[in-house]
């Protein structure tokens, strides 16, 4: 198998290190803009051939199960997919998936054109031990009706561009990046929370984006992206709406906190819904008021969420059992970050239905 990179920055070269824990040999190559990140890629991957552009990299003859991996930040990302798919290729492409839901809709026909497979890397947490072990908390019906969710990822200082990877500072721009923390995690969650509760439609009834003000701020470059989010969500599922309290934030003055507890009419669940090996903790009335326990975890694999991205699309791409965000799904996920912006900044609430072609020219 082949998997080119378009953009040779931080995240390509995660990319590089999950295909050594695949099976069957994976073949790089890696095109850049930049001659600086192309030569110190090439420091670190001598191996892997290099390319001034997409373009002359993709120039070669397509073979069946191509990968282009589009590593670029969100304001390149259209141009080489829509690149990629004309040269026959399948497309994984870096969350955000797309500067606006136009872009990602022009994604998806040029995919369906070609008839190869457009899927998103926002999958990073889907497959991890714990949230595979809420999930089979939740199949077993042991918290009988859900009724809430709350899904809260706070940092107090991570904000991408500053304290996260201050290198890359088009994280703060509005122009390159399409938003803040709503743009840069929003994804994960979404895909997160799809991949738990499958709804057929989200709600945005409420939403606000901020940029608490801190000394660290930067003042010599552009700054005009959120950095703390939160929303009311309702999933709507064939088992009954689910109500979801959801804060995000990289940048805030409020407790770091990272919990997720979904209530149901028999018991609780509650874990942490990021990169964490905590317990999953089950809540259930046994007579004298709430017991609580540990769910028995799930086998922990040699996966990390660097890696999920690339094993989940070559598990699509080879046919098998996948939990990619592929086609329709990337490109319904990715409305509902844009709908979380469009409702703070108009009070309107919004609903994105999944899965529904009729949806696809509302912007
Ligand atoms: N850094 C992370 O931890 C992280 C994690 C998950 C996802 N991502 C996502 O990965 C993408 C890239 O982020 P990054 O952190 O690797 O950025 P980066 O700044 O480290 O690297 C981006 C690279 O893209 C190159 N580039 C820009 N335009 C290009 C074009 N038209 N053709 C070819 N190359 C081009 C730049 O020269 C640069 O080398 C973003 O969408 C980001 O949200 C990053």
Not at 35 to 61: K, Q, T, V
Not at 96 to 116: I, K, V
Not at 235 to 256: C, I, K, N, P, Y
């Amino acid at each position: 198998m082949r998997v080119y990179l378009v953009g040779a920055g931080v995240i390509a070269r995660t990319h590089v290190e999950a295909a050594a824990k695949l099976d069957g040999p994976i073949e790089f190559r890696v095109a850049d803009v930049s001659p600086a990140m192309l030569a110190a890629f090439g420091e670190a991957y001598p191996d892997i051939p290099r390319y001034p552009d997409a373009a002359s990299m993709l120039a070669e003859p397509a073979r069946e199960d191509d990968i282009v991996i589009v590593a670029t930040p969100p304001f390149a990302h259209l141009e080489p997919t829509l690149q990629a798919f004309a040269s026959g290729r399948h497309v994984l492409c870096e969350k955000p998936l797309a500067m606006s839901t136009d872009e990602a809709e022009r994604m998806l026909d040029a995919a369906e054109a070609a008839g190869r497979l457009l899927g998103c890397c926002s999958v990073r947490f889907r497959g991890l031990p714990h949230t595979e072990t809420v999930k089979r908390v939740l199949n077993s019906g042991v918290l009988g009706e859900l009724t809430h969710l709350s899904w809260v990822n706070k940092w107090a200082r991570s904000r991408s561009g500053i304290e996260y990877q201050p290198a890359s500072r088009w994280f703060l721009d509005r122009s390159k990046s399409g938003g803040g923390v709503l743009m840069d995690w929003g994804p994960y969650d979404l895909a997160t929370l799809t991949d738990l509760f499958a709804p057929d439609q989200i709600s945005v009834t409420a939403a606000t984006t901020s940029r608490p003000v801190t000394s660290a701020d930067p003042s010599d470059t552009v700054f005009d992206v959120e950095t703390a989010a939160a929303a009311s969500l309702v999933l709507h599922r064939a088992a009954g709406d689910l109500l979801v309290d959801f804060q995000r934030a990289s940048g805030t003055h409020g407790e770091e906190i990272f919990r997720a507890e979904l209530e149901g009419t028999r018991g609780s669940v509650r874990w942490a819904p990021f990169d964490s090996e905590a317990d999953v903790i089950l809540r259930t009335d046994e007579g004298d008021g709430p017991v609580e326990r540990v769910a028995d975890p799930e086998p922990r694999a040699p996966f990390t969420i660097f890696d999920y991205p690339l094993k989940h699309f070559v598990d699509a791409v080879r046919g098998r059992p996948s939990r990619a965000l592929l086609g329709r799904e990337a490109v319904d996920a990715f409305r509902t970050v844009r709908a979380l912006y469009e409702v703070a900044a108009t009070g309107e609430p919004a609903s994105i239905p999944f899965g529904d072609q009729t949806t696809r020219t509302v912007a």
